[in-house]
């Protein structure tokens, strides 16, 4: 048995190993997507400046996750996985950095089958021990 520390690595490993997979797999399904007018593909270089750039914890998480899909689902795998009592759950106006650490040990899961057009914030995402599937 892990102790609690030794969990916590684990977890973060995970996290960080998930976000690396995206971070393979992305550019080369952006790059060869059709596009339409409504529909931006990223070039590779534009997903890695948007998935590794540093953003202020400190924000709303609307600010902290510019793009609306992956915000929201933020919001929902945080209430989903969090115990918050009713009439506390986190919205997309809640300060990021305090509901961290509220959330405390808490493993977020997100699936976000939808299209992403700004991956501003994950990096953020993986530090704090969570798991992302698109």
């Known amino acids: 048995m892990l102790d ?10 995970i996290g ?5 997979l995206i971070m393979l797999t992305v550019p080369h ?3 060869q997507a059709a596009t339409t007018d409504s529909d931006i593909t990223l070039t ?3 997903f890695e400046q948007q998935i590794t750039a540093d953003v202020n914890p400190d924000r709303p998480i609307r600010e902290v996750f510019p793009d ?4 929201s689902h933020f919001v929902d795998s945080y209430n989903y996985y969090v115990y918050s009592p009713a009439g506390q759950e986190v919205t997309l106006d809640s300060n990021y950095q305090a509901a961290m650490v509220r959330a405390g040990d808490a493993l977020l899961y997100m699936n976000i089958p939808e299209k992403v057009h700004d991956w501003t914030g994950v990096k ?3 530090r704090d021990i969570a798991i992302i599937s698109n």
């Open 4 to 13: 609690k520390q030794s969990m916590r690595l684990l977890i973060k490993l």
């Open 16 to 20: 960080i190993m998930s976000l690396s």
């Open 29 to 31: 399904s952006t790059a």
């Open 124 to 126: 953020l995402i993986a």
């Open 44 to 46: 590779d270089q534009e």
């Open 68 to 71: 609306p899909v992956i915000a």
